[in-house]
Structures are given as structure tokens and as C-alpha cells.
């Protein structure tokens, strides 16, 4: 059988099998992002029109589309509608990007650690990663420089707000050296926004994409993490010398975004309830955040440290003996426990031992102190059989 | 700005610029593939658990897929829920298919005429199409043997039963030829099947992946052509050696299809109330076929010749005199009236002029005979201009 050259870089997924082990009832799950399911809103479909069930345009809903563009206004991206793409969840931007930017050897600029999907749909297209390494209030300014002046990527991949998996939020200051950066030097940017509305304190960040002066960029942003991720709907806004290629891709890929998904989403977006709704999950996740810092205090202080993170769904945890965190999924398995090794958020996982991506948002606050103390125990066997 | 090469091969797609024209609701469109409105069936909603929006497997709904398989067994095709993946519109397959085979230069085989929204997605990742003419009751069997002999097609891409744009049902005796000869090659089938439910009289047709022994095949359908096409639900069934790798795609690709629409497949294949809405559409559509092919005969009989379709949703036009029946869009268009050129059915447009694919669910019949005389009307003004 000869398949494509890129089905030699098509990589078993992490992601699908944990979440499909994660299925099982009694497994403790801090592994994937699903939303709680106690949050997920009751939504009503009685008054949809039977027209939706028609095909429809490649673009999406014109009145989704509108509502998108004057929400991004408002965060301060000048754009219009026409601007505006809904895809089918935002994984679908990042197979779009690609088929747009990336042949076998085009060099991308991504963080380290960066979204592990993205990495495996950047590098299933023959993508080479540069990688620029993660602080606390955004990437290190001078490596990115430095990466531009010695290269030519086609474009840079950044999640700028509540990152997944670190949890960083840029802070003002790197936010505009990096758009200052990429004017400079003409890279086109990927940003990639699905936690900005998970946010637990009282800080703000405005899109890089909005301090661009003369870069290209596209903007992508999801209903997944605040009102249902079952609809797969999630949309981008492009630079105009951008977009009339990312249609046309979606076009190829599969016509259209499903509509009824694309009218729901429709009847939350900017709406009295939706404002509602998003603070009541907000509390909640806030509640959860506050739990697993408390529990993560008590058994993790000696194996582990972190940033207690301000919005998005995940703690990002740095082991102080680094180890490949990938051996400790099965045992912790054994155990009805899963969590998301760090290794594979780095484009060369065997250089970034010891790390570990636990999500907060999922696991019920009273099995959440049970699973943690689970999973220290495991880590402290593996750390007990390398220094035997 | 550094695109990849395959957006050098990337076409504006005439089928989304068309679509978009026909929105004008005096446009009589015989473009496009859409069902008919008054056909849209009633769905409800009122008993999908809130837990369907949540995210869900890559693979699909475990229910759905079952049924799926089960469906399948009834045609004949030997196969386990484990291999049916859910897709996002069966326009996801060919994307998912392009990326497991096809590397610039592969060589695929195709039927001339074949479904051009394929022909655009096998070309954007840079295939080099085989061409095998479309007789009345399927492919040349002398040209498609000759064919495999002198090439290595990574895989073969047929829509036996009621071809888009063709509308040709393949005969007993060459489906059993055509799986013979994909054997004895060793050549993997896509077998392309949307329109299978839609026919018009007692024929069946078993599909020919049914009747491979050894060569490895893709089967996909949908619920676009027969329930609605807004869900974007549609499926595929492949050989065990190919399933692994399509579901890593469409997991990067989207990470699974929406699940609001595959739980409302779920409620209507197989039912009792699925039955009868299909004896309904067919009834419907034969009425429509009818009422075109009797204003057909009136209007384009000295212009045409054509099959009346047993299947499907399409006329296949031949005119007497071939002219490029792209120059017409514009003044059809300018008389309200659009229909869809036969040249982009082709691999090479501009070897196969003069031939029309006509529509004819979706005008309503009180305007068909409008709509064609003044479609005969334009043809025989540009033949005019021609002859002078």
C-alpha cells in the first residue's frame, strides 16, 4: 500500500486515546479540556428555522458572521464580516493554516511548550518548528528575535491568552513587542484565543493581532469552551489578503460548517444570558481552579512547582527531578487516574522531560484531592525506582 | 507573502460562486445539488440530552456507527461498526483520502465526467488525474485495463450509482468487472455513494467494494441528499488497513463531527418514519424528473441529447454542437437563470465542451418550463453568434 509521504509524520494521538480512556466512569480524568458537564448550558431548538437543515454558504451564517466581527471590534481588531470564516471548531483553523501556508520543510514559529494538536497538524503538512521558549509573562523577547532575524517562517502560532497547555497570559508590554517584532519582519500571525472569556481576575489583554501595523494575521476563537463543544463551532478572521484562500480551503474540506450548530450559537453570542452564563462559569471554574491549587499545595509542593493560573482550564506543573512524564501514564492509569504528559507540547518532546498539564475543569472537587494524592503516589514511586 | 505550492492549483470553485448567486430568490437555479425545501423533513429536538454537547470520539457516535455497519451488512458490504468513521459531510472523506494518499504528482483514477468538487480536492494536493470515459452503464472496461496496466493509480474514485454529474448507474456486469480489475491490480476503491437512496425505479445495485476480494476500499455516504444537508453528517467505511490512519486525520482535521447532528441522523436511518419520508422524496423527485425531462424534450431536443435518470438529482446534457458552456453562465445568469457548465466535471476542462448538468430538485415545477426556455433560448443565441 503507498500512502502520502506525510502519513510517515502522522502521529498516534495522545489526545484521542486518553480522551478515550477517559470514557471509563471511574477514571479520575485531569488529562484533555472538557468542559464541566454541570455547566453545559440547556439550550432550546424549538424555534429553529426548518431552513437551517438547507446547505449553506461556505463563509457561514451572515448574521454570525456580524456578530463575531462586532464582538472583535470591541476587543479592538478592526474588521469586518466578510472578514470572518466559521469553521468547524477551531482545530479546523489549524488544518486551514497549514494546507495554506505549509509545504514538507516551511519553517513555523511556535511556543515551547505550544498546543500539541496544533504541533501535530503543523508538523503532519512537513512543518519545521522553530520554537521559542515560554516565561511566566510571555516568550522570551530575545530568542524570537533572535529565531526571525536567522529565519523566514510563514508564520508564527501563538496563544497569547491563558495558553494551553502553560496557562500564560502575555502581559501588556510582550504583547506589543511581538507585534512590533513581526511588522518588522513581515511574519504573519496565528493567534489563537479559545480562553479569553475564562478569565478569573480582573485582567484584560487585547489581541496582538489589533497592534499589527502591516503584518498579515488570523484570529480564532471557539464556542467550545463556553457554550458546547458538541456543536463544532468555532471561527477565524483573516487579513484580507488572507481570507479568500482560507475559504476556499474550507470550501474543499467539507463545503460548510454545520448550521444548526453555527443558529445556536447564534441565539447565545453577545446575549443577556450568555453574559450570565459565562459568569456563572466563571465562579465555577474559579471555585475548581481554587480546589486544585489547594489540593495541588498539599501533595505536590515537594515534587512540583507552578503559576497559579488566572484563566483557562489547566495547571501547568514543572517537576523539580525532571523525568519522562509519558512512562507515568500507565501506572497512573492502574490507578483510575490520567493527566496529560508535557512532553508532547514541545516540538522535540525528548528535550522537555518533566512536565505535567492538569486540567482543573472536569473532575468533580470532591474526587479531585483523591486523584491528585493518587497521582503524587505514582510520581513517587517512579522517582523512588530511578534514584534506586 | 510564502504560500505553499498547493495554492498555486487551488481554483476558485465554481459550485460556491454559483451557490452564492443563486441566493437571489428570483434565480432559477439548476446548479447546485440542493433538496427541495418543501422536502426539508420536520425534525425535533426536544429529546437530545444536554450531554451530546459535550465534546465527543473522533471515531464518531458509537450508536450511530453501529447502525451504520448494520445498514451496510444489508447491501451486501462485509463490515463492523469499528470501521465506519463519522465525517463532517462526506466532502470531508475525499480531504481525508487526498491526505492518505495523494503527494504532489500521484497518480489517482477518475470517470469522465466525475464529481468536480473531488476532481478540486485531489488537484489541490496535487494528483494527476487518469481519465476513464463514462459510458451509459459505466466506465470503458478496455480503456480503465489499460489504464491500471501502464500506470500505479494510488486509488481509483467511482460513483457508480447515479453519478454526479452523469447520472449513470453502473450495470450488474460491470460492477462485477470493475471490482475484478481493481483486484487483479491490487488498486484501493473509493466508492463515492450520496445519491444511492434516491431511485427512481426497481433497480438495485450492490456497491462494488461489496464484490472486492483483496484491494482496499473506502465507502462513504451521507444524510445530506436524503434527511439534511445543514447537519453536515456523513460517513465513510474503509478496509481495516486504512481505518487507523483516516481516523488520526479526521482527528486532526476537526476532532470529531458535531454531535448535535449525528444524534439527529441517529433518531431517523432505519426508521419506520425514515422509510416513509424516503418513499415521500422519491415520489417527490420522480414527479420533478418527470416534469423536466417533458420540458426537456420541448426545449431541447434539436439542441441536446440526454439519458432520463433513474437516480439522483441531475440531467446530463450533450449538445449537438459542443460550445464552452462556461461562456453561457453570464447571460443565463442576466436572465435569471443559472445551471452548472460541464467542462470543470473534467480533469481537463477544456478537452470535453458542450455538455450541461441540470438540476431538477430544487426549482419548483410551475417555473421549470420557464427556466429551460430561457436556458434554450441563451444556447441558441450563442449558436447563433457562432455560425455568423
Not at 504541533?119 to 523577547?141: I, M, S
Not at 488570523?218 to 469552551?225: A, C, D, M
Request: glycine share 6%; charged share 20%; net charge negative.
Amino acid at each position: 500500500m503507498a500512502f502520502s509521504e506525510r502519513i510517515d509524520r502522522l502521529k498516534s494521538s495522545l489526545i484521542r486515546e486518553i480522551l478515550a480512556a477517559a470514557q471509563r466512569p471511574e477514571v479520575m480524568s485531569f488529562a484533555g479540556g472538557l468542559p464541566a458537564e454541570p455547566m453545559l448550558p440547556k439550550v432550546d431548538w424549538a424555534q429553529m428555522p426548518t431552513s437551517m437543515g438547507q446547505y449553506g454558504m461556505s463563509e457561514g451564517e451572515p448574521m454570525l458572521r456580524e456578530l463575531i466581527a462586532a464582538q472583535a471590534r470591541e476587543l479592538g481588531i478592526q474588521c469586518e464580516g466578510s472578514q470572518v470564516l466559521i469553521v468547524s471548531g477551531s482545530q479546523q483553523t489549524l488544518d486551514l493554516a497549514s494546507k495554506l501556508f505549509i509545504d514538507p520543510g516551511t519553517e513555523v514559529l511556535v511556543e515551547a511548550p505550544t498546543y500539541l494538536a496544533a504541533l501535530q497538524a503543523f508538523q503532519l503538512f512537513g512543518a519545521h518548528c522553530l520554537e521559542v521558549p515560554q516565561e511566566a509573562d510571555g516568550p522570551e523577547l530575545g530568542v524570537l528575535r533572535q529565531r526571525l532575524e536567522q529565519h523566514k517562517p510563514a508564520f508564527a502560532y501563538l496563544i497569547p491568552t491563558f495558553q494551553n497547555p502553560s496557562a500564560v497570559r502575555y502581559s501588556e508590554a510582550k504583547r506589543e513587542a511581538v507585534a512590533a517584532l513581526l511588522d518588522e519582519f513581515g511574519v504573519t500571525l496565528i493567534e489563537d484565543e479559545p480562553y479569553r472569556e475564562l478569565v478569573f481576575d480582573q485582567g484584560s489583554a487585547t489581541p496582538i493581532v489589533s497592534r499589527l501595523r502591516s503584518a498579515s494575521w488570523i484570529y480564532t476563537g471557539t464556542v467550545s469552551k463556553t457554550l458546547l463543544p458538541g456543536l463544532r463551532v468555532g471561527y477565524l478572521i483573516a487579513s484580507p489578503d488572507l481570507f479568500p484562500y482560507l475559504l476556499r480551503l474550507k470550501q474543499s474540506a467539507d463545503l460548510h460548517t454545520n448550521r444548526i450548530g453555527q443558529w445556536q450559537a447564534l441565539q447565545w453570542l453577545g446575549s443577556q444570558r450568555y453574559n450570565e452564563h459565562l459568569a456563572e462559569l466563571r465562579d465555577f471554574y474559579r471555585l475548581r481552579r481554587d480546589a486544585m491549587q489547594a489540593a495541588l499545595v498539599e501533595y505536590f509542593s515537594d515534587l512540583a512547582t507552578w503559576e497559579t493560573p488566572q484563566g483557562g482550564l489547566f495547571f501547568w506543573l514543572a517537576l523539580r527531578q525532571p523525568l519522562d512524564t509519558r512512562t507515568l501514564l500507565k501506572p497512573a492509569l492502574e490507578q483510575d487516574v490520567v493527566f496529560m504528559p508535557g512532553e508532547p507540547f514541545f516540538s522535540e518532546p525528548d528535550r522537555h522531560p518533566g512536565y505535567l498539564r492538569l486540567n482543573f475543569s472536569h473532575v468533580a472537587p470532591e474526587r479531585l484531592g483523591e486523584g491528585l494524592r493518587r497521582l503524587a503516589g505514582v510520581i513517587r514511586d517512579a522517582l523512588a525506582v530511578e534514584a534506586a
